[in-house]
């Protein structure tokens, strides 16, 4: 981060998730809100149906119904995966078997050669990695709906870690610093550009949405030059600019995302939405400086070649609120 930046973020509340070799520190919820710049963000959880995982390929001790222990290398142990809030699975509930057929767009990887060969194989594609154990109630939850994801998704690759397969995989979570399942990475051009754990269907949505979106109605904005070419082209149509500024890995700016998309497709006659993430570059950060942002989300408005006004926050209403009374609509 720039040094001249000297804005703290504040973030919402960490993940729910199984952990190995330790316990999860119970929830805290922080502030909707960040300020910049501290990206280190978690979210609170959700649960989603039960999915279906390969059996481990070594027995897996528990000492309680909630924990989990795995058989890692001694000198490098990510031992027990202690799963917190979440009930046991019933004895009605089928057990883990092979990846069905509907699964063909979540690619298994067992090693960290196959792991890295995926990375390059999607160039600059968004790669969606879930590290999970086949144990773990939250990993099963979690799974069905990133299948279901990666089938609306075809731009998008998903990869499945189990990380008590073997020691191949064992060494792969250790190498990822990932000692909590379920795990989610996101990768791009082989760099990971974010990671949640414990995160909800709603959550991991959003995540692929802002991370992963290159063909929707928001204009993708990279620098300065940007922000201003794309004023001083809607100066003359009456249209209102909307540009959504936010950190990478900022949880509020991550989960107002979706919304923006969607007003973005019913809102096009009248307003054309853009998004800048602060910390890209210096050219955004310079932006952000200039305009006087110290906390995202912030919705920057422009209108007849100028910016015209603000909101900070993520709430539906208040956005949808502030749109209209800058596009001369009176609310009540």
Known sequence: MNKHVEMPLLCSSPPLASTIDFPILPSRRLPPMATIPTFLLRKAPSLSPPPIFPKPKEPISTSSPSTLYIPFPSLHRLPSLRCLAAASPSPSSPPATSPSDGDERVR?????????????????????????????????????????LSRTCSDVDFLL???????????????ENVNRVPHFGFYR??????????????????????????????????????????????????????????????????KVYPMVLKLSRSMADVAVFARMDGDE??????????????????????????ICGRYVGSGKGELIGEILRYQGVRVA
């Open 108 to 148: 298994e990887v067992h090693s960290i050669d196959e792991f890295d060969a995926a990375l390059r194989a999607a160039n600059n594609r968004l790669v969606v990695v879930e590290f999970a154990a086949s144990h773990s109630p939250h990993s099963r939850r979690i799974y069905p709906f990133m299948v279901r």
């Open 161 to 175: 870690v189990m990380g008590d397969e073997s020691d191949a995989t064992r060494a792969l979570c250790l190498r």
């Open 189 to 254: 051009a082989m760099e990971k550009v974010h990671e949640e754990e414990g995160i909800s269907p709603d959550e991991l949505e959003g995540d692929v949405l802002y991370y992963g979106d290159s063909h929707s109605g928001v204009v993708q904005l990279h620098s300065r030059e940007d922000a201003e070419a794309l004023i001083t082209k809607h100066a003359g149509d009456g249209k209102l600019v909307v540009v959504d500024v936010g950190l990478k890995s900022c949880g509020p700016c991550v």
């Open 281 to 306: 570059n210096e050219s955004c950060m310079g932006f952000l400086r200039e305009m006087g942002v110290v906390e995202v989300p912030t919705f920057l408005f422009a209108k007849l070649g100028k």
